[in-house]
């Protein structure tokens, strides 16, 4: 085997294309070859809005163990709420909207690494109370209505030019971007870093408390964002409309062959997995299985991939 | 596990009653129980009556046993995603083949000859669901320790699976519990109300299980140093399997405890299990990793989280506030906990 083919067949997220692309495959095969390109769009435009919060959650896993954010759903529906009803349909508004979701995202960030650090809660229950805090807030604020987003705003959200969404590129670049940051800047080192021996990161000078602070406020500013979009993709804030993503964020980084345990990202891998986990929902969808089967197939799917690729990671 | 685990459970040694950290840490649960307790009796004095504990008390037997459950996973290092949509797929398993064998399907609705033959009526084929379902969990346990998995992942596809056969064996919400498991969750004993004993009952039995036996220090053992538990010549994969096999009995009995209460089946009955499940096993003091938890402080911590809601409500707070409230309360404790182990790490 030439030595470029096994370098790149011992990349750990490539397992993750190929089961995309054989899901695609199937799914085309059963209907024949119509709409493949179809499929691929919604699929980009879909896996768009978990690769988004993918990113953080993957930088705040890769900080090591008990390191997972779960207040993504709420703080997606608190900056998509705000967002959309400060923004009151309005084409001028739009630049106001972001901003403010983004100042959303950063009180979040600041109140979740507060409780961390000064009550030292471990972050999954950290961020699961004041989850709870956010939810709240969200629905206090609106009651739940749903206020459309601003029309330019909705069509730059499900916009697509010869096929590829306008966010999805946007994304795409992101995602380079993160890459970028995570292997090139002393940021990214230091995350990874951490992750990977907390104490070794602290004796060879990284200030380990700055490192984690902007990380989870990375995550959340990136989750806020999400909730901007999607609520102008999906016609509006709904008070539920995070909720997927709990689950999704995590699966998607682990899939796209982020450890668990911390210390070792990976960014090429969770478009992959964002797509893998969309195309699985289509292809049962296509199929016309019932939603039991649908389920239960997909967790089959989750769970053999992570067997099946857990042999291939070294153990130390 | 640096400091003797058996003492940092409620039953903490005598002589360190008076004045040390760790005592109180271990007190803390009890302590956050009794003030919400206090403050529910001042803000509705009828709830102080046998029928009004009964009512307070009894949604947390079944949230106990899915707590429990959590701590076992924990005591390996391993955290269970899935227990919510497992309790719930136990739920719907209980109210249809428990109660009328296969012919209780309504998947088979039709397909079953009209007297229906013996084998289609006994209750056997819901045991044997059931018991199959325990040894999926324990042969969880056993590729993640063999594949070297991350039991997030693992336990997330599994809430997928779990959540999908629920809906399989009941898909929409109905079917009948048991009657020997409903006379059995509206026990009558006399003087204390049957939750309570019931509480008191699990709590005992779990601490006498997994702090008090051989095998049980083993099992934390393995999530305090795996390597060393290894080089004394356990197998990591029966411990593995063991513990999570224990949360897979575990989740049974919450499911049978919550459908005995209902008494009619529903597959996304106990969405809420799976967070609730840390955030009490967390409350009660266990921790992520380590190895370090506590079964008496696991019930503690799910029945004060019950308490919590019910408090709530009691309170006439405006509805909108009510799940943010429930963040502020774990917040608390939480932060009062930090405040202890502070003055432990003084000491």
Same mark, same amino acid.
């Given at each position: 085997?030439?030595?470029?083919?096994?370098?790149?067949?011992?990349?750990?997220?490539?397992?993750?294309?190929?089961?995309?692309?054989?899901?695609?495959?199937?799914?085309?095969?059963?209907?024949?070859?119509?709409?493949?390109?179809?499929?691929?769009?919604?699929?980009?435009?879909?896996?768009?809005?978990?690769?988004?919060?993918?990113?953080?959650?993957?930088?705040?896993?890769?900080?090591?163990?008990?390191?997972?954010?779960?207040?993504?759903?709420?703080?997606?529906?608190?900056?998509?709420?705000?967002?959309?009803?400060?923004?009151?349909?309005?084409?001028?508004?739009?630049?106001?909207?972001?901003?403010?979701?983004?100042?959303?995202?950063?009180?979040?960030?600041?109140?979740?690494?507060?409780?961390?650090?000064?009550?030292?809660?471990?972050?999954?229950?950290?961020?699961?109370?004041?989850?709870?805090?956010?939810?709240?807030?969200?629905?206090?604020?609106?009651?739940?209505?749903?206020?459309?987003?601003?029309?330019?705003?909705?069509?730059?959200?499900?916009?697509?030019?010869?096929?590829?969404?306008?966010?999805?590129?946007?994304?795409?670049?992101?995602?380079?971007?993160?890459?970028?940051?995570?292997?090139?800047?002393?940021?990214?080192?230091?995350?990874?870093?951490?992750?990977?021996?907390?104490?070794?990161?602290?004796?060879?000078?990284?200030?380990?408390?700055?490192?984690?602070?902007?990380?989870?406020?990375?995550?959340?500013?990136?989750?806020?964002?999400?909730?901007?979009?999607?609520?102008?993709?999906?016609?509006?804030?709904?008070?539920?409309?995070?909720?997927?993503?709990?689950?999704?964020?995590?699966?998607?980084?682990?899939?796209?062959?982020?450890?668990?345990?911390?210390?070792?990202?990976?960014?090429?891998?969770?478009?992959?997995?964002?797509?893998?986990?969309?195309?699985?929902?289509?292809?049962?969808?296509?199929?016309?299985?019932?939603?039991?089967?649908?389920?239960?197939?997909?967790?089959?799917?989750?769970?053999?991939?992570?067997?099946?690729?857990?042999?291939?990671?070294?153990?130390? | 596990?640096?400091?003797?685990?058996?003492?940092?459970?409620?039953?903490?040694?005598?002589?360190?009653?008076?004045?040390?950290?760790?005592?109180?840490?271990?007190?803390?649960?009890?302590?956050?129980?009794?003030?919400?307790?206090?403050?529910?009796?001042?803000?509705? !004095?009828?709830?102080?009556? +046998?029928?009004?504990?009964?009512? &307070?008390?009894? #949604?947390? =037997? $079944? /949230?106990?046993?899915?707590? @429990?459950?959590?701590?076992?996973?924990?005591?390996?290092?391993?955290?269970?995603?899935?227990?919510?949509?497992?309790?719930?797929?136990?739920?719907?398993?209980?109210?249809?083949?428990?109660?009328?064998?296969?012919?209780?399907?309504?998947?088979?609705?039709?397909?079953?000859?009209?007297?229906?033959?013996?084998?289609?009526?006994?209750?056997?084929?819901?045991?044997?669901?059931?018991?199959?379902?325990?040894?999926?969990?324990?042969?969880?346990?056993?590729?993640?320790?063999?594949?070297?998995?991350?039991?997030?992942?693992?336990?997330?596809?599994?809430?997928?699976?779990?959540?999908?056969?629920?809906?399989?064996?009941?898909?929409? !919400?109905?079917?009948?519990? +048991?009657?020997?498991?409903?006379? &059995?969750?509206? #026990?009558? =004993? $006399? /003087?204390?109300?049957?939750? @309570?004993?019931?509480?008191?009952?699990?709590?005992?039995?779990?601490?006498?299980?997994?702090?008090?036996?051989?095998?049980?220090?083993?099992?934390?053992?393995?999530?305090?140093?795996?390597?060393?538990?290894?080089?004394?010549?356990?197998?990591?994969?029966?411990?593995?399997?063991?513990?999570?096999?224990?949360?897979?009995?575990?989740?049974?009995?919450?499911?049978?405890?919550?459908?005995?209460?209902?008494?009619?089946?529903?597959?996304?009955?106990?969405?809420?299990?799976?967070?609730?499940?840390?955030?009490?096993?967390?409350?009660?003091?266990?921790?992520?990793?380590?190895?370090?938890?506590?079964?008496?402080?696991?019930?503690?911590?799910?029945?004060?989280?019950?308490?919590?809601?019910?408090? &709530?409500?009691? #309170?006439?707070?405006?509805?909108?506030?009510?799940?943010?409230?429930?963040?502020?309360?774990?917040?608390?404790?939480?932060?009062?906990?930090?405040?202890?182990?502070?003055?432990?790490?003084?000491?």
């Amino acid at each position: 085997m030439p030595a470029a083919v096994k370098q790149i067949l011992e990349r750990p997220w490539i397992w993750v294309y190929i089961a995309a692309i054989a899901v695609w495959g199937a799914t085309m095969v059963f209907t024949q070859g119509q709409g493949g390109g179809d499929l691929l769009t919604a699929a980009l435009a879909f896996a768009t809005f978990s690769v988004i919060v993918a990113l953080g959650q993957m930088m705040v896993i890769t900080l090591g163990p008990g390191n997972v954010d779960l207040s993504i759903p709420a703080t997606m529906t608190l900056a998509g709420t705000v967002a959309t009803k400060v923004m009151d349909t309005q084409d001028s508004m739009i630049l106001v909207g972001f901003l403010l979701a983004l100042a959303v995202g950063l009180g979040v960030g600041l109140f979740n690494y507060g409780l961390i650090r000064l009550l030292q809660i471990p972050p999954i229950i950290a961020t699961l109370s004041s989850s709870f805090l956010f939810q709240s807030a969200a629905i206090w604020y609106n009651r739940g209505l749903r206020i459309k987003p601003p029309p330019q705003l909705a069509d730059i959200a499900t916009r697509d030019v010869l096929g590829l969404p306008l966010l999805a590129a946007a994304v795409i670049l992101l995602a380079v971007i993160v890459h970028v940051v995570l292997h090139r800047t002393t940021y990214g080192r230091a995350v990874t870093a951490v992750g990977q021996n907390t104490r070794a990161a602290a004796l060879a000078g990284i200030n380990v408390d700055r490192v984690r602070f902007q990380t989870y406020v990375f995550c959340a500013v990136l989750a806020a964002v999400n909730g901007f979009f999607f609520s102008a993709f999906s016609g509006g804030a709904a008070l539920n409309m995070g909720q997927a993503y709990l689950l999704n964020s995590i699966a998607v980084v682990v899939i796209g062959g982020t450890s668990v345990a911390g210390g070792f990202a990976n960014v090429p891998g969770l478009w992959a997995a964002a797509m893998f986990l969309f195309l699985v929902e289509a292809m049962l969808n296509t199929f016309g299985l019932g939603a039991g089967i649908r389920l239960v197939l997909t967790g089959l799917i989750i769970v053999g991939v992570i067997i099946a690729a857990g042999g291939q990671k070294t153990e130390r | 596990m640096s400091e003797g685990a058996p003492s940092t459970t409620l039953l903490g040694r005598g002589y360190a009653w008076s004045t040390s950290p760790r005592v109180l840490r271990s007190l803390l649960p009890a302590f956050s129980l009794a003030v919400i307790l206090i403050a529910i009796f001042y803000l509705q !004095p009828r709830a102080m009556s +046998p029928i009004g504990m009964k009512l &307070l008390f009894n #949604l947390a =037997v $079944p /949230i106990a046993l899915a707590t @429990i459950a959590q701590m076992f996973v924990l005591a390996v290092n391993d955290l269970d995603l899935s227990i919510g949509a497992y309790v719930g797929f136990v739920v719907a398993v209980g109210s249809t083949m428990l109660s009328g064998g296969l012919a209780g399907l309504p998947l088979l609705e039709g397909l079953i000859p009209d007297p229906a033959p013996w084998i289609f009526t006994t209750p056997l084929a819901g045991i044997v669901v059931l018991a199959a379902a325990i040894g999926v969990y324990a042969l969880l346990g056993a590729v993640i320790q063999l594949r070297n998995l991350p039991s997030i992942v693992v336990t997330l596809g599994m809430s997928f699976i779990w959540a999908g056969l629920a809906v399989l064996v009941l898909p929409t !919400p109905g079917g009948s519990a +048991p009657t020997w498991l409903r006379g &059995l969750m509206t #026990l009558q =004993v $006399p /003087i204390v109300p049957f939750p @309570i004993v019931a509480l008191i009952v699990i709590g005992l039995v779990v601490h006498l299980l997994l702090m008090r036996s051989a095998y049980g220090a083993v099992i934390r053992g393995s999530g305090g140093n795996p390597r060393s538990v290894a080089r004394a010549g356990w197998s990591l994969v029966r411990v593995k399997m063991a513990a999570f096999g224990l949360a897979g009995l575990f989740g049974v009995l919450s499911g049978l405890a919550l459908l005995g209460l209902t008494t009619a089946g529903d597959a996304n009955i106990a969405v809420r299990y799976t967070l609730l499940s840390i955030a009490g096993a967390i409350l009660g003091g266990s921790e992520f990793v380590g190895g370090r938890v506590s079964p008496i402080g696991a019930v503690i911590g799910a029945a004060t989280l019950t308490l919590a809601n019910s408090f &709530l409500t009691f #309170l006439r707070l405006n509805p909108d506030w009510q799940i943010g409230a429930q963040g502020a309360i774990l917040i608390i404790v939480l932060a009062l906990r930090v405040l202890i182990s502070r003055g432990e790490v003084r000491n």
